[in-house]
């Protein structure tokens, strides 16, 4: 088990991602870095609600569930100020304007890759 | 009769005359006398004057005067002058007029007034014949007659110039002009040519010979401002180079002028007057020279305005008309527009690209047809056409056409100029660039895709690094087992590559995860039953991950791990509820022992595919064999069939 990160330790988080694989991943990621994982959706319709109702610090938002895309799901999250970050093999370009200054996590990713989107997502004046 | 002609006897005559010769000789008109024969008895200095002769008395008859013609030039011989008319017809005769010439070739006009005279007894016996000097009279008269004639030749130049409907008809009308007026015995018309160089263009009376010795010879230089006439009265006199006087000479020209033509206040050409003898040239003849050459200038000038009007015009003509057919005929829609982007014209092409008629158009300016969002930027590109910051543009912008339906087009704008810079049109030229528009989003597509499919690809591999690294009991065994998994996925992308990535069948995708294990353990150990369903490409992925699992650890401690166990794996889609059932079922293994820990093989059958199906699986390590049943939602199964 590697140290955990003092600023992200029991941070409670809400996974959106369809890939079983890359969620089981970042759970465990997640696990190692001293986070809680509050909950998982893989589809839109699971994720926005999850994101409407559960309580938790952070969101990690896969662009694509299923074929569609969960921009919804990030306005609802904007609505909430509650701070979140893209999962994405797209890059940036696929992005609505509003929501380009969400950090991006890239796939694949590494576990400081991950970290430092958190923390950057945890920053935003957009949520203080 | 006879008789009375007969001469008297000279002393009678001389006796009768003496007195009267002296008072004759007196008078300082020219008079003489003969007898009734005709023979000259007397004549006066006055009449040795005028006939520049002296005949001899008794012996010349009819008339003292070396030679003599009528009016007209004919000669007239001396028994028909009127002096003898009056004698034979025994009559008077007042103020015949005859012409004589001199001995030195002088001509002087003449009045005759002859009168016989008679004896008492009334029979002729002589005459008496007053000569009157007209020769400054007749001048005169010559004057004004050759003035009239050079006028009304001059008219019927100009008339002919006005009729002549081109170069040769304006030359030959001039050649007319100049054998009319200048009385030479032939002419010529000679014009610079495009090398400025003398060239005969019309002539009269010229063998080919001498044009070709004398062809561009010229004493001018074209466009010579104040060229003047050039005169040579007398070839055999005049100081020429040898090959020029031996060309005249051959041709048997004495005298010759040049008469230069111009137009446009400069030298074009010239015309030449040739004569068999030599001359004075008069300061007339030269002065009518001038004139018709003057007036020949005019008529060039404005007859070669009018030809290179015409060229322009037919140039013109011709550039339109091919310019009208590119305009008609073009693939490329072209329009013609007003500064401030109003139709003023468009071709078929243009029509067919935007759906209205050219009629259509004219009522309507570029905006109308441009999609609002284009509309900003197609205003600045011209806004910087019309402020001369750019000489065109190209642009992709979208039109709408008349039906509604939205285009992308590129448009090529220029723009052009009158004569005093101001701009005049915007020129338009349209392409319909949709189809590549398309072509270009749907390669934006799919390279987005396969970038997205990569990453995920390489995501999922990283978690089977990490995940299988993380729970294998030494280095070896990870190594083998993240081989394996990494040799499933390769083998589920092949089917679905196969089929690409549009679904895959279930049986395939089934036949593919457990290839590798009957050609291992046996055939015959599977049994495989279930209906034709295509899989979702994500479906085929999980399902065939967590087969490969189900199957290692069949291999490792279940089913097949002895010589005698068996695998079913059935399938089941029904439609109300609308559900995928898929059962493995292990027989005939050793034992089943609960695992103690699950590993990555049990969570990622269970956690991974029930969460990539959305639906329920259960996985039961029963003592018989090893269950797993698969429960999902058949929408996120099933692919399009």
């Given at each position: 088990m590697e140290a955990s990160t003092p600023d992200l330790m029991g941070r409670r988080i809400l996974v959106v991602e369809d890939e079983s694989m890359v969620s089981m991943l970042i759970e465990d990621t997640l696990a190692d870095m001293g986070c809680v994982v509050v909950a998982l959706a893989s589809r839109f319709d699971d994720g926005l609600s999850k994101a409407q109702t559960l309580a938790f610090d952070i969101a990690i938002l896969d662009v694509n569930l299923a074929g569609e895309r969960s921009f919804g799901i990030a306005d609802v999250l904007r609505m909430r100020k509650l701070p979140f970050v893209f999962a994405t093999?797209?890059?940036?370009?696929?992005?609505?304007r509003p929501l380009r200054d969400v950090p991006i996590l890239q796939k694949p990713f590494a576990r400081a890759d991950l970290e430092q989107a958190l923390l950057l997502a945890l920053d935003s004046p957009r949520n203080t | 009769m006879q008789s009375a002609l007969e001469p008297a006897p000279p002393q009678q005559q001389g006796g009768m005359l003496t007195q009267d010769h002296e008072l004759l000789q007196a008078l300082p008109t020219a008079v003489y006398t003969t007898d009734a024969a005709g023979r000259i008895t007397f004549y006066n200095e006055a009449a040795a004057r005028l006939w520049g002769h002296r005949p001899k008395l008794?012996?010349?008859?009819?008339?003292?005067?070396?030679r003599l013609y009528w009016p007209d030039g004919t000669p007239l011989p001396h028994d028909q002058c009127p002096m003898a008319t009056a004698l034979k017809e025994q009559r008077p005769i007042s103020g015949a007029q005859a012409v004589c010439e001199r001995e030195d070739g002088t001509r002087i006009s003449f009045l005759a007034f002859p009168r016989p005279l008679r004896d008492a007894r009334g029979a002729v016996v002589g005459a008496i014949n007053t000569l009157v000097d007209v020769t400054s009279l007749k001048t005169a008269e010559d004057a004004v007659h050759r003035r009239a004639h050079d006028q009304s030749a001059l008219y019927r130049f100009t008339n002919s110039l006005y009729r002549a409907g081109s170069l040769p008809d304006i030359y030959d009308a001039a050649l007319d002009a100049i054998l009319d007026t200048l009385g030479c015995r032939s002419a010529s018309i000679l014009r610079f040519d495009d090398a400025d160089v003398m060239r005969f263009v019309a002539w009269r009376g010229l063998s080919e010979d001498y044009r070709k010795a004398v062809?561009?010879?010229?004493p001018w230089k074209a466009g010579d401002r104040n060229p003047e006439p050039i005169c040579i009265g007398d070839v055999e006199k005049a100081d020429l180079p040898d090959d020029l006087r031996n060309a005249l000479g051959s041709e048997g020209i004495r005298a010759l002028a040049f008469i230069p033509i111009t137009a446009n206040g400069g030298a074009v050409g010239k015309f030449m007057t040739y004569y068999d003898s030599a001359r004075a040239f008069d300061p007339e003849t030269i002065e009518l020279a001038v004139t018709v050459a003057r007036q020949l200038g005019f008529s060039l000038e404005r007859a070669e305005a009018e030809i290179s009007r015409r060229a322009a015009l037919e140039a013109l003509r011709e550039s339109e008309e091919r310019l009208r057919a590119v305009f008609n005929s073009s693939a490329v829609g072209v329009a013609i527009l007003t500064?401030?982007?109003?139709?003023i014209e468009a071709n078929d092409a243009f029509s067919g690209i935007s759906g209205y008629s050219g009629e259509e158009l004219r009522s309507r300016d570029s905006a109308s047809l441009t999609h609002p969002d284009d509309c900003a930027s197609m205003q600045a590109h011209i806004d910087d056409l019309l402020a001369g910051r750019s000489p065109s543009f190209v642009i992709e912008k979208r039109y709408r056409r008349k039906d509604g339906s939205i285009i992308w087009v590129q448009n090529s704008v220029s723009l052009t100029h009158d004569d005093v810079g101001r701009p005049l049109h915007l020129v338009k030229l349209v392409q319909n660039i949709t189809e590549r528009k398309t072509a270009e989003k749907r390669q934006r597509l799919m390279v987005d895709e396969l970038n997205h499919r990569v990453k995920n690809t390489l995501a999922t591999v990283q978690s089977f690094a990490v995940q299988t690294l993380r729970s294998a009991p030494t280095m070896a065994e990870g190594r083998k087992a993240f081989e394996a998994r990494l040799i499933a996925l390769s083998k589920t992308h092949d089917v679905l590559t196969r089929q690409h990535w549009e679904g895959a069948d279930v049986r395939e995708v089934i036949d593919e995860a457990i290839a590798a294990y009957r050609g291992h353990s046996g055939h015959g150990r599977f049994r495989l039953e279930g209906p034709e369903l295509i899989l979702q490409p994500k479906a085929a992925l999980a399902l065939s991950l967590a087969l490969h699992e189900l199957a290692t650890n069949a291999v490792k401690f279940?089913?097949?791990?002895?010589?005698?166990g068996g695998i079913d794996i059935e399938w089941t889609v029904t439609r109300q509820p609308q559900r995928f059932r898929l059962l493995w079922a292990e027989t005939g293994g050793p034992k089943v022992e609960p695992p103690g820990r699950r590993g990555f093989g049990s969570r990622l059958v269970e956690r991974g595919l029930s969460q990539d199906l959305a639906g329920d699986v259960r996985l039961d390590f029963a003592t018989d064999g090893v269950m797993c049943s698969i429960d999902a939602p058949l929408h996120e199964v099933a692919g399009a069939a």
């Amino acid at each position: 088990m590697e140290a955990s990160t003092p600023d992200l330790m029991g941070r409670r988080i809400l996974v959106v991602e369809d890939e079983s694989m890359v969620s089981m991943l970042i759970e465990d990621t997640l696990a190692d870095m001293g986070c809680v994982v509050v909950a998982l959706a893989s589809r839109f319709d699971d994720g926005l609600s999850k994101a409407q109702t559960l309580a938790f610090d952070i969101a990690i938002l896969d662009v694509n569930l299923a074929g569609e895309r969960s921009f919804g799901i990030a306005d609802v999250l904007r609505m909430r100020k509650l701070p979140f970050v893209f999962a994405t093999g797209y890059g940036n370009t696929s992005i609505p304007r509003p929501l380009r200054d969400v950090p991006i996590l890239q796939k694949p990713f590494a576990r400081a890759d991950l970290e430092q989107a958190l923390l950057l997502a945890l920053d935003s004046p957009r949520n203080t | 009769m006879q008789s009375a002609l007969e001469p008297a006897p000279p002393q009678q005559q001389g006796g009768m005359l003496t007195q009267d010769h002296e008072l004759l000789q007196a008078l300082p008109t020219a008079v003489y006398t003969t007898d009734a024969a005709g023979r000259i008895t007397f004549y006066n200095e006055a009449a040795a004057r005028l006939w520049g002769h002296r005949p001899k008395l008794g012996t010349s008859e009819w008339c003292g005067s070396w030679r003599l013609y009528w009016p007209d030039g004919t000669p007239l011989p001396h028994d028909q002058c009127p002096m003898a008319t009056a004698l034979k017809e025994q009559r008077p005769i007042s103020g015949a007029q005859a012409v004589c010439e001199r001995e030195d070739g002088t001509r002087i006009s003449f009045l005759a007034f002859p009168r016989p005279l008679r004896d008492a007894r009334g029979a002729v016996v002589g005459a008496i014949n007053t000569l009157v000097d007209v020769t400054s009279l007749k001048t005169a008269e010559d004057a004004v007659h050759r003035r009239a004639h050079d006028q009304s030749a001059l008219y019927r130049f100009t008339n002919s110039l006005y009729r002549a409907g081109s170069l040769p008809d304006i030359y030959d009308a001039a050649l007319d002009a100049i054998l009319d007026t200048l009385g030479c015995r032939s002419a010529s018309i000679l014009r610079f040519d495009d090398a400025d160089v003398m060239r005969f263009v019309a002539w009269r009376g010229l063998s080919e010979d001498y044009r070709k010795a004398v062809d561009g010879h010229s004493p001018w230089k074209a466009g010579d401002r104040n060229p003047e006439p050039i005169c040579i009265g007398d070839v055999e006199k005049a100081d020429l180079p040898d090959d020029l006087r031996n060309a005249l000479g051959s041709e048997g020209i004495r005298a010759l002028a040049f008469i230069p033509i111009t137009a446009n206040g400069g030298a074009v050409g010239k015309f030449m007057t040739y004569y068999d003898s030599a001359r004075a040239f008069d300061p007339e003849t030269i002065e009518l020279a001038v004139t018709v050459a003057r007036q020949l200038g005019f008529s060039l000038e404005r007859a070669e305005a009018e030809i290179s009007r015409r060229a322009a015009l037919e140039a013109l003509r011709e550039s339109e008309e091919r310019l009208r057919a590119v305009f008609n005929s073009s693939a490329v829609g072209v329009a013609i527009l007003t500064p401030d982007a109003r139709f003023i014209e468009a071709n078929d092409a243009f029509s067919g690209i935007s759906g209205y008629s050219g009629e259509e158009l004219r009522s309507r300016d570029s905006a109308s047809l441009t999609h609002p969002d284009d509309c900003a930027s197609m205003q600045a590109h011209i806004d910087d056409l019309l402020a001369g910051r750019s000489p065109s543009f190209v642009i992709e912008k979208r039109y709408r056409r008349k039906d509604g339906s939205i285009i992308w087009v590129q448009n090529s704008v220029s723009l052009t100029h009158d004569d005093v810079g101001r701009p005049l049109h915007l020129v338009k030229l349209v392409q319909n660039i949709t189809e590549r528009k398309t072509a270009e989003k749907r390669q934006r597509l799919m390279v987005d895709e396969l970038n997205h499919r990569v990453k995920n690809t390489l995501a999922t591999v990283q978690s089977f690094a990490v995940q299988t690294l993380r729970s294998a009991p030494t280095m070896a065994e990870g190594r083998k087992a993240f081989e394996a998994r990494l040799i499933a996925l390769s083998k589920t992308h092949d089917v679905l590559t196969r089929q690409h990535w549009e679904g895959a069948d279930v049986r395939e995708v089934i036949d593919e995860a457990i290839a590798a294990y009957r050609g291992h353990s046996g055939h015959g150990r599977f049994r495989l039953e279930g209906p034709e369903l295509i899989l979702q490409p994500k479906a085929a992925l999980a399902l065939s991950l967590a087969l490969h699992e189900l199957a290692t650890n069949a291999v490792k401690f279940g089913a097949l791990s002895n010589h005698t166990g068996g695998i079913d794996i059935e399938w089941t889609v029904t439609r109300q509820p609308q559900r995928f059932r898929l059962l493995w079922a292990e027989t005939g293994g050793p034992k089943v022992e609960p695992p103690g820990r699950r590993g990555f093989g049990s969570r990622l059958v269970e956690r991974g595919l029930s969460q990539d199906l959305a639906g329920d699986v259960r996985l039961d390590f029963a003592t018989d064999g090893v269950m797993c049943s698969i429960d999902a939602p058949l929408h996120e199964v099933a692919g399009a069939a």
